[in-house]
């Protein structure tokens, strides 16, 4: 993941260790900038320093570090990140979780039509979900997250997959899927254990498994948005015992995506930041729908904790147009200083990159210049 940093010319780490000469030739900083980035793979402690330095030198101000459930990946790698002078959050999935001896079976969704999402999943064989009705569910991953929050070098916790499958998938991947997703079809729908079939009659009355469609029953979605809110919020509350900040990758929206595509009520959840992911080619958008997300992102959250603008970078602008994988679109040069402007001029605190590893030589130019702009005036 990190041969990108090995080709990098010598030149460039020695312009590395002098910061302030580069941001006075290149003026003031503006838009606060994080990138989602994974690791350490092999990489030793001087090739992370470097490589951190480098994009701290380019810009960005932190990182949501995936590096597994380990603290003691988070302390080695939070500290080499800390010394290159970037705040460190660890990016770790939430309902989506691989098997796993503390994980029972059982403890897996189910979808409508009855199958588990341990066995068979939907889609793609790592989209094993957690029931989020199950109290060990919640134990696991307060236990988990408690661990790696304690860690002194990390500042935050940044979760992932804190939501259901997609019941329906971003248009931009119904192709890849060969899908038509017009409507929920039970396949995709989470979750009908006999737990949360249970507890959704007692609490209202309405057996959803007698229902003919459940996507017409307004409870029946409540109620799951509610059982992700909770689980985040009681998050929140042990995140913010240890004096941590814990903020989660989201759905755009969370109206207008979010809600209705993975069941994530996001302006409900007590978070420190929220990062919603508007990769605009996922939904054959242009980079005008970005500020239009992060428009309706702000508005929903009132304005009270600041909202950073997920960018989806195009590893091989030339072949966009070519290229059938819409894992492989996102944000060319040209588009992306004003994907940056739309998400700043609507509102978004800054901006997040997916990733560092996948911008070119000439995204990194469009970068310098455009969070060197001031675009709130
Ligand atoms: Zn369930």
């Not at 380990?70 to 460190?88: C, H, N, Q, W």
């Not at 309902?95 to 068979?120: F, H, T």
């Not at 040069?333 to 800054?350: C, F, M, T, Y």
Request: proline residues 6%; glycine residues 6%; hydrophobic residues 35%.
């Amino acid at each position: 993941m990190m041969k990108i940093f090995l080709i990098i010319p010598i030149f460039l780490l020695f312009s590395c260790a002098s910061p302030k000469d580069e941001d006075s030739i290149k003026g003031q900083k503006y838009v606060t900038c994080y990138a989602w980035l994974g690791g350490p793979g092999n990489d030793s402690d001087l090739e992370l320093e470097e490589y951190f330095t480098d994009l701290k030198n380019k810009g960005i101000d932190g990182l949501m570090y995936n590096g597994g459930q380990d603290p003691a990946t988070y302390s080695r790698v939070g500290k080499i990140a800390k010394k290159a002078g970037l705040e460190f959050h660890s990016w770790i999935p939430t309902m989506m979780q691989r098997s796993n001896p503390a994980l029972q079976e059982e403890w897996y969704a189910v979808n409508g039509l009855g199958e588990s999402a341990y066995d068979k999943p939907a889609y793609v064989d790592y989209y094993k979900f957690l029931c989020p009705s199950h109290e060990e569910v919640y134990l696991f991953l307060e236990n988990m997250y408690s661990k790696v929050a304690d860690v002194p070098e990390v500042d935050g916790i940044h979760l992932d997959y804190i939501r259901f499958p997609d019941v329906i998938l971003a248009e931009g991947l119904w192709k890849k899927y060969g899908l038509v997703m017009d409507r929920e079809y039970p396949q995709y729908d989470y979750c009908y254990c006999d737990l949360c079939v249970g507890n959704f009659k007692d609490l209202t009355g309405i057996d959803i498994r007698a229902v003919e469609d459940p996507s017409q029953v307004p409870e029946w979605k409540q109620f799951r948005y509610d059982l992700i809110t909770n689980i985040v919020n009681r998050l929140v509350e042990v995140v913010h015992a240890r004096n941590k900040e814990i903020n989660a990758a989201v759905f755009p929206g969370p109206n207008s995506i979010a809600r209705k595509i993975v069941r994530q009520e996001w302006n409900k959840w007590n978070l420190d930041a929220f990062y919603p992911m508007n990769y605009n080619d996922f939904y054959l958008k242009d980079t005008k729908w970005i500020g239009e997300v992060c428009n309706e992102g702000v508005t929903a959250l009132n304005n009270r904790k600041p909202l950073y603008s997920g960018l989806f970078i195009c590893p091989n602008p030339e072949n966009k147009t070519d290229e059938p994988d819409p894992e492989n679109h996102g944000l060319t040069p040209e588009e992306l200083e004003d994907a940056i402007r739309e998400s700043v001029e609507n509102g978004a605190a800054g901006i997040c990159l997916f990733t560092p590893e996948r911008m070119t030589d000439a995204h990194w130019e469009v970068f310098a210049e455009a969070i060197r702009k001031d675009f709130t005036k």
